[in-house]
């Protein structure tokens, strides 16, 4: 043997290994350390800035909370729809109104019709006639005369004969015509306009009845 002392082999390699892992975890701290002091925030206190330590109750933070994020809900698209077609506006017309008729002509005496053959004497058209002719000229027993029994006993004399047509002037026939006759029984159609003394005048449109007793016409029923 030598003077020198010899190491063992194996312990040379453990040595080695030892020294090998001080330096990686010396290495490992030198590269760790200045990562944590650049994530790390400091703390700083408010006596530190020169100000007072104010408490927040029930341990929550001084920071104000973040709003809170709504989750918005998704829209999903509707299918698109067909166009419905404007409705074409219809034109209104205006009515046209039917021109006025023309007017009665009121006169002051009555119209006399043509005068009457025999045959037609005693017709119930001509009975109407004299009828309204007689209160014309304000002869009231003749008109009076022209009305039959059931007239009589539905409408008393006065008020509806003499003081009825007193005042009247005239009366102008616009149509005067038989509706419809049997032997007995007829309807006269009679328009006329009645014109008073005070020159005032009023149209009336309606009919007669008539009744056939012992071959006379005469006015039985009224419709005005």
Same mark, same amino acid.
């Given at each position: 043997?030598?003077? $020198?002392? &010899?190491?063992?082999?194996?312990? /040379?390699?453990?040595?080695? /290994?030892?020294?090998?892992?001080?330096?990686?975890?010396?290495?490992?701290?030198?590269?760790?350390?200045? =990562? +944590?002091?650049?994530?790390?925030?400091?703390?700083?206190?408010?006596?530190?800035?020169?100000?007072?330590?104010?408490? *927040? !109750?029930?341990?929550?933070? +001084?920071?104000?909370?973040?709003?809170?994020?709504?989750?918005?809900?998704?829209? $999903?698209?509707? @299918?698109?729809?067909?166009?419905? !077609?404007?409705?074409?506006?219809?034109?209104? *017309?205006?009515? $046209?109104?039917? @021109?006025?008729?023309?007017?009665?002509?009121?006169?002051?005496?009555?119209?006399?019709?043509?005068?009457?053959?025999?045959? %037609?004497?005693?017709? !119930?058209?001509?009975?109407?006639?004299?009828? #309204?002719?007689?209160?014309?000229?304000?002869?009231?027993?003749?008109?009076?005369?022209?009305?039959?029994?059931? =007239?009589?006993?539905?409408?008393?004399?006065? @008020?509806?004969?003499?003081?009825?047509?007193?005042?009247?002037?005239?009366?102008?026939? %616009?149509?005067? +015509?038989?509706?419809?006759? &049997?032997?007995?029984?007829?309807?006269?159609?009679?328009?006329?306009?009645?014109? #008073?003394? &005070?020159? +005032? %005048?009023?149209?009336?449109?309606? #009919?007669?009845?008539?009744?056939? *007793?012992?071959?006379?016409? /005469?006015?039985?029923?009224?419709?005005?």
């Amino acid at each position: 043997m030598n003077g $020198t002392a &010899s190491v063992p082999r194996r312990a /040379l390699s453990g040595l080695i /290994l030892g020294v090998t892992a001080l330096a990686l975890v010396a290495v490992w701290l030198f590269i760790a350390r200045p =990562m +944590s002091d650049l994530t790390a925030e400091p703390v700083r206190t408010p006596e530190a800035a020169g100000g007072f330590a104010v408490g *927040v !109750p029930g341990g929550l933070s +001084s920071e104000e909370p973040s709003p809170a994020v709504i989750a918005t809900p998704a829209i $999903t698209a509707r @299918p698109a729809q067909e166009a419905t !077609p404007a409705a074409t506006a219809v034109p209104t *017309v205006a009515p $046209t109104l039917a @021109p006025p008729s023309a007017p009665v002509t009121v006169a002051q005496t009555p119209t006399v019709p043509p005068s009457p053959t025999a045959e %037609s004497a005693t017709g !119930p058209a001509e009975a109407v006639f004299n009828f #309204y002719e007689a209160v014309t000229d304000a002869d009231f027993d003749t008109a009076y005369a022209l009305w039959g029994e059931r =007239m009589r006993a539905a409408y008393p004399r006065d @008020p509806n004969l003499d003081s009825r047509f007193d005042q009247t002037a005239a009366i102008t026939f %616009s149509q005067l +015509s038989v509706a419809e006759a &049997s032997s007995e029984t007829a309807t006269v159609q009679a328009n006329f306009t009645e014109t #008073y003394e &005070s020159g +005032s %005048s009023r149209q009336y449109i309606g #009919y007669w009845r008539l009744i056939r *007793v012992d071959g006379r016409w /005469l006015l039985d029923e009224p419709h005005y």
